[in-house]
């Protein structure tokens, strides 16, 4: 089995901060991709960022340049710090990876669960 686990949300003022923690437990051979999506009230879930495991890094237009998504492979723990933060940022926010399991030659995308990130005054 493997499991997402997913902490940092809150509420945080305009142009604050926060950071968030993805780790994936289990029995895994390999972690390929770590990824984070966002889902705000009324709107689709996006993609925001992603690293890979070879760390290379991938940002959607809006946030880019105040997130910084980061891997620790050691503790299978991606994060995203999410700096100058905005209304418009305010959504659940969610990770997923794309996992090989131990024993097994296929890869799958897990999700951790939601954390909420409301930015407001």
């Known amino acids: 089995q493997v499991h997402l686990v997913v902490s940092g949300g809150g509420l945080v003022q305009p142009r604050g901060s926060l950071r968030l923690s993805c780790t994936v437990s289990?029995?895994?051979?390999?972690?390929?991709?770590m990824l984070w999506y966002r889902q705000a009230p009324g709107k689709q879930r996006e993609a925001v960022s992603l690293?890979?495991?070879?760390?290379?890094?991938y940002y959607v237009v809006c946030v880019s340049g105040r997130f910084t998504i980061s891997r620790d492979a050691a503790k299978n723990t991606a994060y995203l710090q999410l700096n100058n933060l905005g209304p418009e940022d305010t959504a659940v926010y969610y990770c997923?990876?794309?996992?090989?399991?131990?024993?097994?030659?296929?890869?799958?995308?897990?999700w951790g669960q939601g954390t909420q990130v409301t930015v407001s005054s």
């Open positions: 289990g029995d895994i051979f390999n972690i390929r991709t």
């Open positions: 690293i890979t495991r070879r760390s290379n890094t």
């Open positions: 997923n990876a794309v996992v090989t399991p131990a024993g097994v030659t296929i890869e799958y995308a897990y």
